[in-house]
């Protein structure tokens, strides 16, 4: 039996029937595994110890509004845990970063997923640009006039803010909206971080794969189509989940950064690939394993857990 804790957002808030977190943990529980969960506020550093005010897991099942019984919230020391598992949205900013300071005085004693360092290192829209050669043409900058001559060359561009999440502040830039004067002023004066201009890949129409690896293999996909009149797939916003088959350009990418994720403890990783190019890495707390499943897909918090335990017994 492994002691789990779960860093994520409140679970008596989730939705069981799509939520990632809640799916690896009910998978947990039904092995038998001791499982605590805490909210990042509640992570502490005290005199060299990690610990985090948590509270046990006491009855975990797929019923809404019932899913979930709470034992009363006690102090954990995290240097006790087998696996420490990182599941908290971003936005990726400096409480996240602390967070993942913290957390790195576990490791390599207590098996932390992902590896904090490693999420630290690797901003999703940022780590993608190691991989040049497969991805659109991108600038990340604050100098308006790189962004309007980046715009001069590809016409057709999206902007979007570096550390944002599940596609808010995505804007679609045509070469005649008359709306990129104004939006690029709101861009600079509101975020302190450089900006993404990226050339927009007309292939999104027919959706953006979510393709999940695990310890570095390809474990599983989706395809996530925009609703019409709608740039951004994600499907919170609109976008609605299909089955999708794996290309031979989705292996090929995926065996091109594969071994980088394996090398740098980034075991549970969900990519995103529009047509033929990879557009970002995500590895704070990428989602969809419940919808590869529903289509028939493996089982991945299942997969998880067997390499956990795994891990654990090596």
């Known amino acids: 039996m492994l002691k789990i804790a ?4 409140p679970i008596e808030a989730v939705d069981v029937n799509v939520d990632t977190s809640f799916d690896m943990a009910l998978e947990a529980f039904g092995r038998g595994h001791s499982i605590w969960v805490y909210q990042p506020a509640m992570l502490q550093l005290h005199n060299g110890v990690v610990s985090a005010r948590a509270r046990k897991v006491e009855h975990l099942d797929r019923k809404q509004g019932e899913h979930v019984t709470l034992g009363p919230a006690e102090l954990i020391n ?3 845990f087998d696996v420490v598992l990182i599941r908290q949205d971003p936005p990726f900013d400096m409480a996240y970063i602390t967070a993942a300071q913290i957390l790195e005085r576990l490791v390599p004693d207590v098996l932390v997923l992902n590896n904090p360092r490693s999420i630290r290192d690797a901003p999703e829209k940022l780590f993608v640009t190691e991989f040049k050669d497969l991805t659109p043409p991108t600038l990340i900058t604050s100098d308006e006039l790189a962004i309007r001559e980046f715009r001069k060359e590809h016409g057709d561009v999206i902007i979007k803010p570096l550390y944002g999440n599940g596609g808010a502040g995505v804007f679609r830039m045509a070469p005649n909206d008359g709306n990129f004067n104004s939006l690029l002023e709101m861009f600079l004066e509101t975020y302190r971080e450089p900006i993404i201009a990226q050339k927009f890949v007309p292939a999104v129409v027919k959706g953006d794969k979510r393709i999940i690896l695990l ?7 989706i395809n996530r189509v925009p609703a019409a009149g709608e740039t951004r797939s994600n499907m919170h916003v609109g976008g609605r989940a299909e089955a999708v088959e794996m290309s031979e350009r989705d292996q090929e990418i995926c065996d ?5 994720l394996a090398e740098r403890g980034l075991v549970f990783v969900g990519i995103d690939v529009i047509g033929e190019y990879l557009t970002e890495i995500n590895v704070t707390s990428p989602t969809g394993v419940q919808e590869v499943r529903k289509f028939g897909g493996a089982d991945i918090s299942s997969l998880l857990w067997d390499w956990a335990e795994g891990q654990r017994e090596g």
Do not use: C, F, Y
């Open 215 to 221: 310890d570095g293999e390809a474990v599983g996909a």
């Open 6 to 9: 779960i860093q994520m957002d």
């Open 256 to 260: 091109r950064i594969g071994p980088v």
């Open 78 to 80: 995290l240097h006790e």
